[in-house]
C-alpha cells in the first residue's frame, strides 16, 4: 500500500501556501490517511523456540507464582472459573489462561464518529494514536507549565488536523484548572467535539468510565455502543504482577460494553522486573496474559489489546529512560509473543526521556518507532507530542511526529513495484552521465516518490541561514501554529453536542469539587 | 555477543568522574570493542523474488546500455576480457560480470597498526566508520567555520577515544589552510599519529594514492602492505553509469596493493537515478557491480566492499535529504543484493540532512542506523559527526553519535539469554507488588543489563533544569570537550614516526602549492 498521492501532495503543498494558499485548502476536507496495512514483514529477532522458552516461563510464573487480583468481583470470576485462588492470590493454570486468551478475535473494527476514519487493529493493521496524560506542556512559546482545556483542545484540533493519526486519544494533557472529579468530562467532549477520529476512554475510577460512556452514546447511539467498539481504554498491571481495583473497575464496564480494553503491564525494567531483558518480558508477558483472560471472564470474545510498556531505568538515578537498544529488543519480543496468541497489541512509537525536541528526542523516537513498526504493532501509542517520560506534551514534538508519522506510513506500506517497468525504461532513456529530472517518469512520479517532510529543512545552509537559521525545535513550533490556524471544527450534529452539554452540566452539579 | 561490561561500564563512570575520576582513569588504557560480530538476523524487506528481479534488471543495464569507464587501462582490460568495448562504453555479459564478482573474497581483515584494533569485514562482521570530507566544521562553540587540521586531529583523537569506532577514517574534515597538493600528507599521518585504528585511504589523484601506500608502508613495513589490507578507499560511481579517470586511477594503487576499495556510486535519488526506490537501486546495484569487476581485472582476488550512497532528493529544490523512508528501504534492497553475490557491503549510518545536531538530526540519524544494522551492512560509514548533506563534521554530532554506537553495538550484539535462569529466579523471590532493586540478580547486572548513555539526560525536570536547561546539542559540545581533555596519544615508535615525517618533507618541497 502507497500514501495515496493527493494527501501527500496537499500536505507538501501546504508548506509554502502562505494564508491564501491555506484558505485555499480550507474548503477541500482535511487529509486523512486510512489504516496503515503494513506491507513489509515482520522482524524476528529471535527464533521461534527463543519465544516458546519465554512463553514457558510466563506459563510458570502464572501457575506457581500467581498474580494479585485485588476485587472481589475478579476473585469470584476467578474462582468460578476453577483457577486456584488464594485470598487476592490467583494462580492460573496454563489450559485455563490459553483457553481464556483464544477467545480474543485477532481483529476488530474501531468505529469512529466520521465513519470515514473508522480503522481496524490487529493482523496487519496498525493505527497512530497520540500520546496520553501529561500533566505539563511546553507550549508554542516554548515554556513548560501546567497543562490547560485550551492546550487539550488544541492537541485534539492537531491529531484531527494529523492525516497519519487514526484517533485523537484523551487525556493528551491533563486541563489542569479543572477540578479532578469533573475533569474526565471535558477531556471526552473536547476529544468528540475537535475531531471525528476514535478516541480513548477514561479509567481512573468506576463512575468516569460510565461517564465515558454515557457520552459515547450520545455520539453514537446507546444500541451501538452495547456491542460496536467507538473506544479504547488503558489498564496497566501494576509491576510486578498486581491487578488493582481501580483497573478492574474500568475493565468491567469496558469490556462489559464490549469496548475493547489495553492490558498492559507499566515496567520500569530492572526496578519492577529483573534487570534482564528477557526476564522482563517473560514477567510482562505473564502480567498481560492474566489481565487478557480476566476481560474473557467479564465478557467472553470481547475485543482487547494485549500490550507492554516497558522501559528500562536508569540504575544509578532509578529514572526511566526512553528509546534505548533494549526498549527495541523487548519489542520485537512481544510482538513475537502477540503474533503466537492471535492477539492485536500495542507499543509505544515516539516515546523519549527528553526534555525538549532535541537531538535526544530524534534519536529515541526513531529507535522506538523503527522497533514499533517492524515488531508489527497494532496499536501504536504515544506516537505525538511526548517528551520528558510523559510528563509533558509538546506542541513542536507533537507537529514534529505527526510529519514523522506520515514516512513511517509510507516506510510500512512497502517498496513499490509498481513503476518498475517504466523507471527501467528511464534508465535506457538517459543512458550514462545524463539526468533524470525532464524524463517522462520523472515528471509523472515526483510528487510521491519520495517522503518530502515540511518541517525538517534540506535546503542550503546559506537559504536555511537567511531564513533566520531555525532549529528543528522552532520550525515544530511555527508548524503547530500553522496547524491550529488551517483547522476548521468537524462539527457535531447541534442535537449531539447539546445531548454532550446537558450531561455535563447534570453530572457537574452531582460531582465534588474536590477528591473526597 | 555482550558489549564487554568492563568497557561500558568504564564509559558510564567517566560521566561523574570529573577532573579526579578522569584522571584515575587516565592510566587504564583506552576502551575499544571488538569487531562487532551481529548476533541478530538480518531484516529481508522483500522477498527473494523480488531481489532476483533487480538482479535481472541490473544485468540487462550493464548488457544493453552499458558502463563508461574513462580511462584507458580500464578499456585495455575490459577488451583483453572479451567485454563488448565501443570507445569507452563497455557492455558486460552477466557470465563474464559475476565470474569476476564472485572472486572477491566475502571476508577479509582490516589490519590496524595496533594488533588489538585490527577488524574483519564482511559476513556477520560490521563496523563503524566515522565521517569523511567536511569542508566546514561546527566547532566546540557551536560556530560552523572551515575546518582546520587541528580540527582533524581532535576528531582523529575523539575517533580514538570512542570504544565502538572501529576506524579513525582519515580527512574526516579538510584541513583547510594546508595547500590542496599537499594537504593529503597531513590528512594520513593526523590518523596514523593520533590513532592506532584502521584508516581510509587518499583518492583524489593516482600520486595522492601513492603516498598514502608509501605512509602506510613506513608504519606497516613495506612487505605486509603489498598483500595485506591496512586501509579502505573510497571510489564512487558518477551515476548514472560512469567510472572516470581520477577513480579508476585511484582504484588502480590500491587494488594492485591487495587493499580494498569501496565501490559506491553516488546517486541522488530522482536526479541521478529514476524518481523509484527499486529503479534506483537496480541502477546503483549495476554501477556498483561494473566497479567490483573492474577490480578484480586489475588484481583478481583483491577483496573488496560493495557500497552505495543513496540519499533522495527534494524534487523541488533538489536538495538531498538525509534520512528518509525510501534511503532505509534502499538499504534493505542493497543489502540482500550484496548477501546474494557474497559481498561485503558498505552503507551510511547516522547520515542527515540537518544543519545542527537537533531533532532533525536525531530522527534522521535513527532512521538510517536502525536500517543499517537490520540490514546486515558491514561497512559502516558515516557514523560520526555527520551534518548538512557532508558538508560540515560537528563537534556535538561527533560525540554524541560515539555515544549512540555503544547503543547500537550492544543492540546488533543480540537479545542475551545468559541470565534468563536467574532472572526468573528473582521473580519467584520478588512475587507480586514487590521490587528488584535489592536482588542478588539486580546486584549483580545492575551495571551491564541496559545500555546508560551519558550525554541523553533521564534526570528529573528539577535536576535538568538546576543543571543549566542544557539541551542535547550542549551537553553533546561539553562530551566532546571531556574527550579531548581524556585524549593520550597511543605514540608511533619514534623511527616510525621519524620515517613518517621525513616522507612528509620530502614530498612538501617537490608539490606545488596551488593546483596547477
Given at each position: 500500500?502507497?500514501?495515496?498521492?493527493?494527501?501527500?501532495?496537499?500536505?507538501?503543498?501546504?508548506?509554502?501556501?502562505?494564508?491564501?494558499?491555506?484558505?485555499?485548502?480550507?474548503?477541500a476536507?482535511?487529509?486523512?490517511?486510512?489504516t496503515?496495512v503494513?506491507?513489509?514483514?515482520?522482524y524476528?529477532?529471535v527464533?521461534?523456540?527463543a519465544?516458546?522458552?519465554?512463553?514457558?516461563?510466563?506459563?510458570?510464573?502464572?501457575?506457581?507464582?500467581g498474580?494479585?487480583?485485588?476485587?472481589?468481583?475478579a476473585i469470584?470470576?476467578?474462582?468460578?472459573?476453577?483457577?486456584?485462588?488464594?485470598?487476592?492470590?490467583?494462580?492460573?493454570?496454563?489450559?485455563?489462561?490459553?483457553e481464556?486468551?483464544?477467545?480474543?478475535?485477532?481483529?476488530?473494527?474501531?468505529n469512529?464518529?466520521?465513519?470515514?476514519?473508522?480503522?481496524r487493529?490487529?493482523g496487519?493493521?496498525?493505527?497512530?494514536?497520540?500520546?496520553?496524560?501529561?500533566?505539563?506542556?511546553?507550549?508554542?512559546?516554548?515554556?513548560?507549565?501546567y497543562?490547560?482545556?485550551?492546550?487539550?483542545?488544541n492537541?485534539?484540533?492537531?491529531?484531527?488536523?494529523?492525516?497519519?493519526?487514526?484517533?485523537?486519544?484523551?487525556?493528551?494533557?491533563?486541563p489542569?484548572?479543572i477540578?479532578?472529579?469533573?475533569?474526565?468530562l471535558h477531556i471526552?467532549?473536547?476529544?468528540?467535539?475537535?475531531?471525528?477520529?476514535?478516541?480513548?476512554?477514561?479509567?481512573?475510577?468506576?463512575?468516569?468510565?460510565?461517564?465515558t460512556?454515557?457520552?459515547a452514546?450520545?455520539v453514537?447511539?446507546?444500541?451501538?455502543?452495547?456491542d460496536?467498539?467507538?473506544?479504547?481504554?488503558?489498564?496497566?498491571?501494576?509491576?510486578?504482577?498486581?491487578?488493582?481495583?481501580?483497573?478492574?473497575?474500568?475493565?468491567?464496564?469496558?469490556?462489559?460494553?464490549?469496548?475493547?480494553?489495553?492490558?498492559?503491564?507499566?515496567?520500569?525494567?530492572?526496578?519492577?522486573?529483573?534487570?534482564?531483558?528477557?526476564?522482563?518480558?517473560?514477567?510482562?508477558?505473564?502480567?498481560?496474559?492474566?489481565?487478557?483472560?480476566?476481560t474473557?471472564?467479564?465478557?467472553?470474545g470481547?475485543?482487547q489489546?494485549?500490550?507492554?510498556?516497558?522501559?528500562?531505568?536508569d540504575?544509578?538515578?532509578?529514572?526511566p529512560?526512553?528509546?534505548?537498544?533494549?526498549?527495541?529488543?523487548?519489542?520485537y519480543?512481544?510482538?513475537?509473543?502477540?503474533?503466537?496468541?492471535?492477539?492485536p497489541?500495542?507499543?509505544?512509537?515516539?516515546?523519549?526521556g527528553?526534555?525538549?525536541?532535541?537531538?535526544?528526542?530524534?534519536?529515541?523516537?526513531?529507535?522506538?518507532?523503527?522497533a514499533?513498526?517492524?515488531?508489527?504493532?497494532?496499536y501504536?501509542?504515544?506516537?505525538a507530542?511526548?517528551?520528558e517520560?510523559?510528563?509533558t506534551?509538546?506542541?513542536?514534538?507533537?507537529?514534529?511526529?505527526?510529519e514523522?508519522?506520515?514516512?513511517?506510513?509510507?516506510y510500512?506500506?512497502g517498496?513499490?513495484?509498481?513503476?518498475?517497468?517504466?523507471?527501467?525504461a528511464?534508465?535506457r532513456?538517459?543512458?550514462?552521465?545524463?539526468h533524470?529530472l525532464?524524463?517522462?517518469?520523472?515528471l509523472?512520479?515526483?510528487?510521491?516518490?519520495?517522503?518530502?517532510?515540511?518541517?525538517?529543512?534540506?535546503n542550503s545552509?546559506?537559504?536555511?541561514?537567511?531564513?533566520?537559521?531555525?532549529?528543528?525545535?522552532?520550525?515544530?513550533?511555527?508548524?503547530?501554529?500553522?496547524?491550529?490556524?488551517?483547522?476548521?471544527?468537524?462539527?457535531?450534529?447541534?442535537?449531539?453536542?447539546?445531548?454532550?452539554?446537558?450531561l455535563?452540566?447534570?453530572?457537574?452539579?452531582k460531582l465534588?469539587?474536590?477528591?473526597s
Amino acid at each position: 500500500m502507497n500514501v495515496p498521492a493527493v494527501e501527500l501532495t496537499e500536505q507538501t503543498h501546504r508548506r509554502g501556501g502562505g494564508r491564501l494558499g491555506r484558505k485555499a485548502l480550507r474548503s477541500a476536507p482535511i487529509a486523512s490517511f486510512p489504516t496503515l496495512v503494513r506491507n513489509i514483514p515482520v522482524y524476528e529477532i529471535v527464533p521461534d523456540e527463543a519465544v516458546e522458552l519465554i512463553h514457558e516461563e510466563s506459563l510458570k510464573i502464572l501457575e506457581e507464582v500467581g498474580c494479585e487480583f485485588r476485587d472481589d468481583g475478579a476473585i469470584a470470576l476467578w474462582k468460578a472459573a476453577g483457577a486456584d485462588v488464594r485470598e487476592t492470590r490467583v494462580r492460573i493454570d496454563r489450559a485455563l489462561l490459553m483457553e481464556l486468551v483464544s477467545k480474543v478475535p485477532s481483529e476488530f473494527t474501531l468505529n469512529a464518529r466520521n465513519p470515514e476514519r473508522t480503522v481496524r487493529v490487529g493482523g496487519k493493521n496498525s493505527i497512530f494514536v497520540p500520546m496520553y496524560g501529561a500533566p505539563y506542556v511546553r507550549d508554542l512559546d516554548n515554556v513548560r507549565r501546567y497543562g490547560t482545556l485550551a492546550d487539550l483542545n488544541n492537541f485534539h484540533k492537531m491529531a484531527y488536523m494529523a492525516p497519519a493519526l487514526h484517533s485523537s486519544s484523551s487525556v493528551i494533557c491533563e486541563p489542569m484548572e479543572i477540578a479532578v472529579p469533573k475533569r474526565h468530562l471535558h477531556i471526552i467532549h473536547s476529544a468528540l467535539k475537535h475531531s471525528d477520529k476514535p478516541f480513548m476512554g477514561i479509567v481512573t475510577s468506576k463512575e468516569r468510565a460510565e461517564d465515558t460512556m454515557a457520552m459515547a452514546a450520545i455520539v453514537f447511539g446507546e444500541a451501538f455502543v452495547r456491542d460496536n467498539p467507538v473506544l479504547v481504554a488503558i489498564t496497566n498491571c501494576n509491576s510486578p504482577l498486581v491487578w488493582d481495583a481501580t483497573m478492574i473497575d474500568a475493565m468491567r464496564v469496558y469490556a462489559s460494553h464490549n469496548q475493547p480494553l489495553i492490558l498492559a503491564p507499566f515496567a520500569l525494567c530492572g526496578a519492577s522486573t529483573s534487570a534482564s531483558a528477557v526476564g522482563a518480558v517473560a514477567q510482562v508477558n505473564a502480567e498481560a496474559l492474566a489481565g487478557v483472560a480476566l476481560t474473557q471472564l467479564i465478557r467472553p470474545g470481547s475485543p482487547q489489546i494485549y500490550g507492554q510498556f516497558m522501559v528500562t531505568v536508569d540504575m544509578k538515578t532509578g529514572a526511566p529512560m526512553g528509546g534505548t537498544p533494549e526498549a527495541a529488543q523487548m519489542m520485537y519480543l512481544m510482538g513475537a509473543l502477540a503474533r503466537k496468541y492471535r492477539l492485536p497489541w500495542r507499543t509505544s512509537g515516539f516515546h523519549v526521556g527528553s526534555k525538549l525536541n532535541d537531538a535526544q528526542a530524534g534519536y529515541e523516537s526513531n529507535m522506538l518507532m523503527h522497533a514499533a513498526i517492524l515488531s508489527g504493532a497494532n496499536y501504536i501509542w504515544h506516537s505525538a507530542g511526548w517528551l520528558e517520560a510523559g510528563l509533558t506534551c509538546g506542541y513542536s514534538k507533537f507537529a514534529t511526529d505527526c510529519e514523522q508519522l506520515v514516512g513511517w506510513y509510507k516506510y510500512a506500506g512497502g517498496v513499490s513495484f509498481d513503476d518498475f517497468k517504466e523507471a527501467m525504461a528511464a534508465i535506457r532513456e538517459v543512458g550514462p552521465q545524463g539526468h533524470f529530472l525532464g524524463t517522462q517518469h520523472t515528471l509523472e512520479h515526483f510528487e510521491s516518490a519520495f517522503f518530502m517532510p515540511s518541517i525538517m529543512d534540506f535546503n542550503s545552509y546559506e537559504q536555511w541561514n537567511a531564513e533566520g537559521a531555525k532549529d528543528h525545535d522552532t520550525r515544530g513550533r511555527e508548524k503547530a501554529r500553522n496547524m491550529l490556524a488551517d483547522y476548521e471544527e468537524p462539527k457535531l450534529d447541534e442535537g449531539i453536542a447539546e445531548g454532550l452539554r446537558d450531561l455535563i452540566a447534570r453530572r457537574e452539579e452531582k460531582l465534588p469539587d474536590t477528591v473526597s
